[in-house]
């Protein structure tokens, strides 16, 4: 997908999901192939500003539709992120088990909410409803997760 067709996505869905005019949000491209990441976001929450980073040199993910709404609903979720984040800092020492396991279980969940809300909203508004199924092809076969377990008496 061209760059002129991934603008006008991202300007679609700065739209439909309400975040303009309230902040003001940019798109940029990675171009760098050893970058890891399909899509990420920096953000000044104090002055309401971010930046949308979209790997186009070698992304993970087939649909960069998907990948759009998904770093833009971070952005929703972002405030709930904070105070989140704020509650584990202030209740659990600073590199503790429990401080790990907490961040562990938040971001796990953090992120299986901001993908799930990205497909309900791909579904009903996307060009492109596809789901990306990238991530799946590093993961391991249920055959072999299982075989790692015969072996448990």
């Not at 997908?1 to 949000?25: C, E, G, H, S």
């Not at 088990?97 to 791909?122: I, M, N």
Request: aromatic share 12%; with cysteine; net charge negative.
């Amino acid at each position: 997908m061209d760059k002129d067709a991934l603008n006008a996505l991202f300007q679609k869905y700065i739209r439909k999901l309400r975040i303009t005019p309230a902040w003001d949000v940019r798109l940029d491209f990675v171009d760098d192939p050893s970058w890891p990441k399909t899509g990420d976001f920096k953000i000044d929450c104090d002055d309401r500003k971010a930046v949308l980073l979209l790997n186009t040199a070698s992304p993970k993910q087939e649909n960069p539709e998907e990948v759009i709404v998904h770093e833009l609903m971070h952005i929703k979720m972002y405030p709930l992120d904070q105070v989140t984040e704020s509650l584990i800092v202030n209740c659990f020492e600073e590199g503790s088990a429990a401080s790990r396991f907490a961040y562990q279980q938040f971001f796990t969940a953090l992120e299986q909410t901001v993908e799930e809300l990205a497909k309900c909203f791909l579904l009903e508004f996307g060009d492109n409803q596809e789901l990306s199924y990238g991530r799946c092809k590093g993961m391991k076969s249920f055959n072999d997760l299982y075989e790692g377990l015969k072996n448990i008496p």
